[in-house]
Structure formats: structure tokens, C-alpha cells
């Protein structure tokens, strides 16, 4: 079924699992088109229960969500991406109401269905396939090992309260729900006005998979009033907006509840003094600036709005930019062909910016580019002329003048959330850093230099300022994802006026909607709690470890190895193979000059190539591929005439959700003949599910190539 505009209709809330609009009379805030003024929908909750949808989450949510483990919620999540990819034009095109271009479309819905992918995959690779989350190495509390503490995440008990801006209505959203929903914890989404259909739109097709977990996900299609009176410890809110409207809704959140935001940035680029017309840090920096000051019509939390410039290059700048807006630039309807900027997403929003762009020019500034009165734009029908009843502003740049410290406070404070700019002049980097300082703390600032020295001195001065700092040059310039574009996999997020929040980040966003906890006790007891095998931990050694698929093997599941004595021939021999002829192992005298070794003595690699020989079962079996080692430590030297085995454990065991094996981590302990302790690591295997040890044939069809790849 099409996605269609709701008209006069009230969008509906999705509440408890079932559609929910108010009762009949409700008057709701008409939601207008961008660019025409015509009415898209209306919005209300006149009525709504929020309490109750809480407690649906906190009850019904967390015990759906709780019954998967991580893989099978980053598997969901790789499923509702793959159905919004394949209704993203629907999503295009309404998003045209909002003002959005297509290529406006690539960040906000494809990067809203990007999120979800790599969330998918990071789940699976990053995640073990169970409900806890292990934090750091194990830490000895007793001399005899009895007493052990380790960290664990596990999810919290309430619910996540998302918050959402209007300018990316998916993007925003999903980066919010997909590292909850992979924590396990089920979410309440709050879209702004403006734009609560293109969020209703996103979550109508989620629903329609019928794979939503029950209770996971709810949407508050308009106001939420009192809603911090029911939240507590447990429960997180996740904000984005306005910096006024964070402080007065952390205020009201209760003791105990996590709130995090990310709000108004006065983001900075620096053109590094090197990056002169003829560079191609400088054609970089025109370009990103152009992209920044234009897409989303400039309504991005990370546009820059400081072009902190060279005081000799601040004019070709003004030309280079006036070059590109004229050959680059169509204001208009986002229907119509070749438009490539629309308008902002309602004309109270273009006044807002054009009140923010007379407060700057009260301070001191002077539009360069562009001006303040309205355009004439390119209409729906193809047609040019004034389109009063939209809300376009052409891209306007300012300029600044005087010294770099006498600059107005209001360059740094004030934020004109549209397609605006101001250039900066400096003299010094250290001015330069001194005026991305004056931003407050900020989402992102952006670096156009080849020169090492002064992208040094700019994250020295800076980096505590910032939550992200791209650094461009000739190298990345055509790879970089730009200045005002985060990715899943890193922090988003920024000190001071940003917010201080941290979204996004990878797994660290996961863990946002996790406790970590020390959990102290016996190893058997940390055994059973974190299904991880702990060194003093009861095992078995029924037979061969090798010899069991993952339906029989256990952890804990063990092989201890007889002796292998170690010659000096061994030594020379594995040497002069592999041209590792380093003194330690070929020099008596100067190896045992070297305080760490008693004379000659074995190689580190030679000795984890032994413990392969003693623990491997050779013949065909269950375990398909060894894909690596981790945590490799060399401990005691072995010298001619000793004598190592080794020790192996089943560590670990991580069934593969959509494939006919898992993963096994072994621990590995390598030992000489008086029981010290030579070398430590952990084995990482692929092993089978089930296995017929009578049809050894069989073997081929369970190891193809694919599987040696995790």
C-alpha cells in the first residue's frame, strides 16, 4: 500500500500496538507543505494515554525484547531495513512536502536505512549471541583464583524516550531506535510537528512486516504532555533540538533517568593557511562549504556555520563560492525537475532564520551572497517567479571584519538554522583555534589542510571542543563523508552547547542503554552468569572437544595435551624456515646478555605452532576453520631442553543465527614442565551445528569456502 499525505485527517499514533487517533472534534495544529502551503495533516493527542503506553513498553516490550538475544534483534533490524529500502521512493516523495530533495532524501532516508544495516552488523560481529554484554578483562581478587570481579553490561528496565528534531525525521529517528532496540530495550518515539508524518510513514511500514517485537516500538504523533511525571529509574530519554528546550526538559526528569541531548552547534571549518586557490584542499573546502550551506536548505545540526578563513583568503573564497551558488544552485519546489535546494520546513522557521541572520547583521555583519528578501524559485509546475506561500531562503553568506579577537560574541552564539553562513578572517592557527573555541563546544568542526603541523596544533587547541573533527585533504577529499554527515560506527555528539551527549558511536550506543556493573564472585559462578568459562571453573574431558558440533559441545568442554620436549635443533631448524634468525634464539651469549632471557631460546611462534600440532584433531569433523588468534601473550622464556603442552577450553560459544555453524573461542594455555604459565590466547573457531560422525563425507558440504569469513 502507497504512502499517501493524511490531508485534514489527524495522523494517528501508534500506541500499545494498535493505531490510535483522538476522539472526533479534536482541532489539531495543521502541518503545512513546505513549499505550497498546503495542508499535508494535523496533529493531536488530545486524549492519548501516555502512561499507559509506558507501561505497555516497560511490561510488554522489555519482555519481548528480553526474550532475544542480541544476533536476533541485529537480525530484525537488517529486516526493517530491507523493507524501507524498498519503499524509499514512497518515502522520497513524501518527503518532498517537507521541503526535502532528493539528494536531501540520500541522508535523511537512506542514512536512516543505513543505520539500521550497519546496527545489524555491528550486532552480529560485535555482539556475543546472548543478553550479556562483558566489559574488559576478568580481575584476580584472591592469590588462588577463587575470587574473581568483571564488568558486564546488562539492558536497563524501562523504556527509551526518543525525542526527535524535524529536519531528519528518519536519519535522526532510527539512529536513536536501532542501538535501543539491539540493547533490548523498547522505545517511544517523538517526532516534531513539522514533520511527524514522514515518521509515521517510517514506523506504518515497520509495523506492516509484522516483525516488530510486541511493545518495541510506539509513536507519540504530537504533544506529550506530563510525560516526565511518569518516568524514573530505568527509563532514558534521548533529546535533539534546541539547547533552551534540553535544559528545561533535564529539569524535569526524575532522579535516576538517563537524559541525553544534542542541540544547537555553531559548527567551524578552518581553511588551513597551505589550502590557496590551485589546492585541492581549497576546491575541497568550497565544495563541502557549498554542500553544508545548501542541503537540507541548511538545516543540519553539523552545517557549518563558521568559515574560519585566512585573513589573504577570504575574498577568493566570497568568488570561488558566488561561482559554484550560480552554477550550482536551483531554490524551489522539490517536485520540480533540476530544483537542487528546497525550502525550510515552515515559514516559521524561515522567520526564525531570517530574525537569526538580522541579529547578525545587527552585529556587525554584511551579506556577501545572497540576500534576504524572497527568492523567485522554480514552482512545481516548472514555472519561476515569487512563491510567497512556500518558505525558500537563498543561501546567504556573511562577512565579518576586524580582528579575529574583536569579533562580536554573536558570530558565536547565535545560530540562523538555514542555508547561512559566516566567513571569519585569521591571521595565526592559534587565532584560528581560538575562534572554533569560542563556539561553546560543538557538534563537529572540519579542517582543509595537507600540512601535518597545523592539523596538529588544530587538534591540540580544539579536539576538547568538539565531538568530531574531519581532517581534509588531497587524500580523502573524494572518499570523505564530509563534514556535516555522522556515521553510525563513530561518536556523535559534542561537549558544552552541543549537548554533551554521545549518540551513535558504534557499540558504545548500545552500551548507553546498558548498566554496567562489577559482578564479583566464584569462577564457576561468573561462569554460569556470563556464559563465558572462567580459569578455575568446573570442566570436562569426556573426549575430544574437536569431535563435538555445537549441539553437544559445552563451555568448559576441555583437552589437556602430554609433553613435547624442545631441542636446539627445533630451534635452528624452525629459525633457518622461516628467516626469523633474531639473537634470542641463535646467540647464546647475547641472548643471555639480554635481561629477559635465561641463554638461547625457543620462538614465541614456533611454540603456538606446536600447541596447534597437540590440541588439532586432524581428521574431518565438526570444527570447519580456525580464523585467527586473539590476546596473544608470551609469558615465561622456553629454553632447549624444556617442555611445553597446552591446555585448551571451549571459552565461548556464539551459535550463528542465519548459518549452520558458530563460533567457539577457545582459552589456550601453553605450560612447561613445572606447570608455569609460557603463553596465553584465545583460538577462535568455526564449528558446525550438528555432525554425523558416521558420514565423514559429508564434511564437504559443510565447509564451503563462505565459511572460513565470519
Given at each position: 500500500?502507497?504512502?499517501?499525505?493524511t490531508?485534514?485527517?489527524?495522523?494517528?499514533s501508534?500506541?500499545?500496538?494498535?493505531?490510535?487517533?483522538?476522539d472526533?472534534?479534536?482541532?489539531?495544529?495543521r502541518?503545512?507543505?513546505?513549499?505550497?502551503g498546503?495542508?499535508?495533516?494535523r496533529?493531536?493527542?488530545?486524549?492519548i494515554?501516555l502512561?499507559?503506553?509506558?507501561?505497555?513498553?516497560?511490561?510488554v516490550?522489555?519482555?519481548?525484547?528480553?526474550?532475544?538475544?542480541?544476533h536476533?534483534?541485529?537480525?530484525?533490524?537488517?529486516?526493517?531495513?530491507?523493507?524501507?529500502?524498498?519503499?524509499?521512493e514512497e518515502?522520497?516523495?513524501?518527503?518532498?512536502?517537507?521541503?526535502?530533495?532528493?539528494?536531501?532524501?540520500?541522508?535523511?532516508?537512506d542514512?536512516g536505512?543505513?543505520?539500521?544495516?550497519?546496527y545489524?552488523?555491528?550486532?552480529?560481529?560485535?555482539?556475543?549471541?546472548?543478553?550479556v554484554?562483558?566489559?574488559?578483562?576478568v580481575e584476580?581478587?584472591a592469590?588462588d583464583?577463587?575470587?574473581?570481579?568483571?564488568?558486564?553490561?546488562?539492558?536497563?528496565?524501562?523504556?527509551?524516550?526518543q525525542?526527535n528534531?524535524?529536519?531528519?525525521p528518519?536519519?535522526?529517528?532510527?539512529?536513536?531506535?536501532?542501538?535501543?532496540?539491539?540493547a533490548?530495550?523498547?522505545?517511544?518515539v517523538?517526532?516534531?510537528?513539522?514533520?511527524?508524518?514522514?515518521?509515521?510513514?517510517?514506523?506504518?511500514?515497520?509495523?506492516?512486516?509484522?516483525?516488530?517485537?510486541?511493545?518495541?516500538?510506539?509513536?507519540?504523533?504530537?504533544?506529550?504532555?506530563g510525560?516526565?511525571?511518569?518516568?524514573g529509574l530505568?527509563?532514558?530519554?534521548?533529546f535533539?533540538?534546541?539547547?533552551?528546550?534540553?535544559?528545561?526538559?533535564?529539569?524535569?526528569?526524575?532522579?535516576?533517568?538517563?537524559?541525553?541531548s544534542?542541540?544547537?552547534?555553531?559548527?567551524?571549518?578552518?581553511?588551513g593557511?597551505?589550502?590557496?586557490?590551485?589546492?585541492?584542499?581549497f576546491?575541497?573546502?568550497?565544495?563541502q562549504?557549498?554542500?553544508?550551506l545548501?542541503?537540507?536548505?541548511g538545516?543540519?545540526?553539523?552545517?557549518?556555520?563558521?568559515?574560519?578563513?585566512?585573513?589573504?583568503?577570504?575574498?577568493?573564497l566570497?568568488?570561488?563560492l558566488?561561482?559554484?551558488?550560480?552554477e550550482?544552485?536551483?531554490?524551489g519546489?522539490?517536485?520540480?525537475?533540476?530544483v537542487?535546494?528546497?525550502?525550510?520546513?515552515?515559514?516559521?522557521?524561515?522567520?526564525?532564520?531570517?530574525?537569526a541572520?538580522?541579529?547578525?547583521?545587527?552585529?556587525?555583519?554584511?551579506?556577501?551572497?545572497?540576500?534576504?528578501?524572497?527568492?523567485d524559485?522554480?514552482?512545481?509546475?516548472?514555472?519561476v517567479?515569487?512563491?510567497?506561500?512556500?518558505?525558500?531562503?537563498?543561501?546567504i553568506?556573511?562577512?565579518?571584519?576586524?580582528?579575529?579577537?574583536?569579533?562580536p560574541?554573536?558570530?558565536?552564539?547565535?545560530e540562523?538554522?538555514?542555508p547561512?553562513?559566516s566567513v571569519?578572517?585569521?591571521?595565526?592557527v592559534?587565532?584560528?583555534?581560538?575562534?572554533?573555541g569560542?563556539g561553546?563546544?560543538?557538534?563537529?568542526?572540519?579542517?582543509?589542510?595537507?600540512?601535518?603541523g597545523?592539523?596538529?596544533?588544530?587538534?591540540a587547541r580544539?579536539a576538547?571542543f568538539?565531538?568530531?573533527?574531519?581532517?581534509?585533504?588531497?587524500?580523502?577529499?573524494?572518499?570523505?563523508?564530509?563534514?556535516?554527515?555522522?556515521?553510525?560506527?563513530l561518536?556523535h555528539?559534542?561537549?558544552?552547547?552541543?549537548g554533551?551527549?554521545?549518540?551513535?558511536?558504534?557499540?558504545?550506543?548500545?552500551?548507553h542503554?546498558?548498566?554496567?556493573?562489577?559482578?564479583?564472585?566464584?569462577?564457576?559462578?561468573?561462569?554460569a552468569?556470563?556464559?563465558?568459562?572462567?580459569?578455575?571453573?568446573?570442566?570436562?574431558?569426556?573426549?575430544?572437544?574437536?569431535?563435538?558440533?555445537l549441539?553437544?559441545?559445552?563451555?568448559g568442554?576441555?583437552?589437556?595435551?602430554?609433553?613435547?620436549?624442545?631441542?636446539l635443533?627445533?630451534?635452528e631448524?624452525?629459525?633457518?624456515?622461516?628467516?626469523?634468525?633474531?639473537?634470542?634464539?641463535?646467540?647464546?651469549?647475547?641472548?643471555a646478555?639480554?635481561?629477559?632471557?635465561?641463554g638461547?631460546?625457543?620462538h614465541?611462534?614456533?611454540?603456538?605452532?606446536?600447541?596447534?600440532g597437540?590440541?588439532?584433531?586432524?581428521?574431518p569433523?565438526?570444527?570447519?576453520?580456525?580464523?585467527?588468534?586473539?590476546?596473544?601473550?608470551?609469558?615465561?622464556?622456553v629454553?632447549?631442553?624444556?617442555?611445553?603442552?597446552?591446555?585448551?577450553?571451549a571459552?565461548?560459544?556464539?551459535?550463528r543465527?542465519?548459518?549452520?555453524?558458530?563460533?567457539?573461542?577457545?582459552?589456550?594455555?601453553l605450560?612447561?614442565?613445572?606447570?608455569?604459565i609460557?603463553?596465553?590466547?584465545?583460538?577462535?573457531t568455526l564449528?558446525a551445528?550438528?555432525?554425523?560422525e558416521?558420514?565423514?563425507?559429508?564434511a564437504?558440504?559443510?565447509?564451503?569456502e563462505?565459511?572460513?569469513?565470519?
Amino acid at each position: 500500500m502507497a504512502i499517501e499525505p493524511t490531508g485534514t485527517d489527524i495522523l494517528p499514533s501508534y500506541l500499545r500496538d494498535r493505531w490510535w487517533t483522538p476522539d472526533a472534534g479534536a482541532a489539531g495544529i495543521r502541518v503545512l507543505d513546505a513549499s505550497t502551503g498546503e495542508v499535508v495533516t494535523r496533529v493531536s493527542t488530545d486524549g492519548i494515554d501516555l502512561a499507559g503506553a509506558l507501561d505497555h513498553a516497560r511490561t510488554v516490550g522489555q519482555a519481548s525484547l528480553g526474550a532475544l538475544t542480541f544476533h536476533q534483534r541485529a537480525l530484525l533490524l537488517k529486516e526493517f531495513a530491507i523493507a524501507l529500502t524498498a519503499r524509499k521512493e514512497e518515502l522520497y516523495e513524501l518527503s518532498k512536502r517537507a521541503g526535502a530533495t532528493v539528494r536531501d532524501s540520500l541522508n535523511d532516508v537512506d542514512g536512516g536505512i543505513g543505520v539500521l544495516f550497519t546496527y545489524a552488523s555491528k550486532g552480529r560481529r560485535e555482539l556475543p549471541n546472548g543478553q550479556v554484554y562483558l566489559d574488559g578483562p576478568v580481575e584476580p581478587l584472591a592469590k588462588d583464583g577463587s575470587f574473581l570481579g568483571r564488568h558486564v553490561y546488562t539492558r536497563l528496565p524501562g523504556v527509551a524516550v526518543q525525542i526527535n528534531a524535524f529536519n531528519f525525521p528518519m536519519w535522526g529517528a532510527l539512529e536513536k531506535f536501532a542501538p535501543a532496540f539491539l540493547a533490548g530495550v523498547p522505545g517511544v518515539v517523538k517526532p516534531a510537528t513539522p514533520t511527524a508524518y514522514i515518521a509515521e510513514a517510517w514506523v506504518r511500514i515497520l509495523v506492516e512486516t509484522g516483525r516488530l517485537p510486541a511493545g518495541s516500538l510506539q509513536l507519540v504523533s504530537g504533544a506529550v504532555p506530563g510525560l516526565f511525571d511518569h518516568l524514573g529509574l530505568g527509563d532514558l530519554v534521548g533529546f535533539t533540538g534546541s539547547a533552551s528546550t534540553a535544559a528545561r526538559l533535564r529539569e524535569q526528569a526524575a532522579p535516576g533517568v538517563r537524559f541525553t541531548s544534542e542541540t544547537d552547534s555553531i559548527n567551524a571549518s578552518v581553511l588551513g593557511p597551505d589550502a590557496v586557490p590551485g589546492t585541492p584542499e581549497f576546491d575541497a573546502y568550497v565544495k563541502q562549504l557549498l554542500i553544508e550551506l545548501t542541503t537540507k536548505a541548511g538545516q543540519k545540526c553539523t552545517a557549518i556555520r563558521r568559515a574560519i578563513v585566512p585573513e589573504g583568503l577570504v575574498e577568493p573564497l566570497f568568488d570561488a563560492l558566488r561561482d559554484k551558488i550560480a552554477e550550482r544552485v536551483v531554490v524551489g519546489d522539490p517536485h520540480a525537475e533540476g530544483v537542487t535546494m528546497g525550502p525550510l520546513v515552515s515559514l516559521e522557521q524561515r522567520d526564525e532564520v531570517l530574525r537569526a541572520v538580522a541579529a547578525l547583521e545587527a552585529a556587525g555583519g554584511r551579506v556577501v551572497l545572497g540576500a534576504t528578501g524572497a527568492p523567485d524559485v522554480v514552482r512545481a509546475d516548472g514555472t519561476v517567479g515569487p512563491a510567497p506561500e512556500g518558505a525558500f531562503v537563498a543561501p546567504i553568506v556573511l562577512g565579518f571584519d576586524g580582528a579575529a579577537a574583536a569579533l562580536p560574541d554573536a558570530v558565536h552564539d547565535i545560530e540562523a538554522f538555514g542555508p547561512v553562513a559566516s566567513v571569519l578572517a585569521y591571521r595565526t592557527v592559534d587565532e584560528a583555534a581560538d575562534l572554533v573555541g569560542r563556539g561553546g563546544g560543538s557538534l563537529v568542526t572540519s579542517v582543509a589542510t595537507a600540512d601535518p603541523g597545523v592539523a596538529a596544533t588544530l587538534l591540540a587547541r580544539t579536539a576538547a571542543f568538539n565531538g568530531r573533527m574531519l581532517f581534509l585533504d588531497r587524500d580523502d577529499a573524494r572518499t570523505s563523508t564530509g563534514h556535516g554527515a555522522p556515521v553510525p560506527h563513530l561518536v556523535h555528539g559534542g561537549p558544552g552547547r552541543a549537548g554533551g551527549g554521545e549518540e551513535l558511536g558504534g557499540i558504545r550506543a548500545v552500551l548507553h542503554h546498558m548498566q554496567r556493573t562489577a559482578v564479583q564472585g566464584s569462577p564457576a559462578m561468573l561462569t554460569a552468569l556470563t556464559g563465558v568459562w572462567h580459569q578455575g571453573a568446573a570442566s570436562r574431558t569426556d573426549r575430544h572437544p574437536f569431535r563435538k558440533s555445537l549441539a553437544e559441545l559445552r563451555v568448559g568442554d576441555q583437552f589437556a595435551s602430554p609433553l613435547r620436549a624442545v631441542t636446539l635443533d627445533d630451534i635452528e631448524t624452525f629459525a633457518h624456515f622461516t628467516g626469523d634468525l633474531f639473537y634470542a634464539h641463535m646467540d647464546e651469549e647475547a641472548a643471555a646478555a639480554n635481561p629477559f632471557f635465561p641463554g638461547r631460546v625457543a620462538h614465541g611462534y614456533l611454540l603456538v605452532s606446536w600447541a596447534a600440532g597437540l590440541f588439532v584433531d586432524p581428521a574431518p569433523g565438526p570444527v570447519l576453520a580456525n580464523y585467527g588468534l586473539e590476546n596473544l601473550r608470551f609469558v615465561t622464556p622456553v629454553s632447549p631442553g624444556d617442555e611445553v603442552r597446552v591446555v585448551l577450553t571451549a571459552k565461548q560459544i556464539t551459535p550463528r543465527e542465519t548459518d549452520e555453524y558458530g563460533e567457539v573461542r577457545w582459552d589456550a594455555v601453553l605450560l612447561n614442565q613445572r606447570d608455569e604459565i609460557v603463553a596465553t590466547y584465545d583460538v577462535l573457531t568455526l564449528v558446525a551445528k550438528t555432525w554425523d560422525e558416521t558420514d565423514a563425507g559429508g564434511a564437504a558440504s559443510r565447509t564451503p569456502e563462505a565459511a572460513v569469513t565470519p
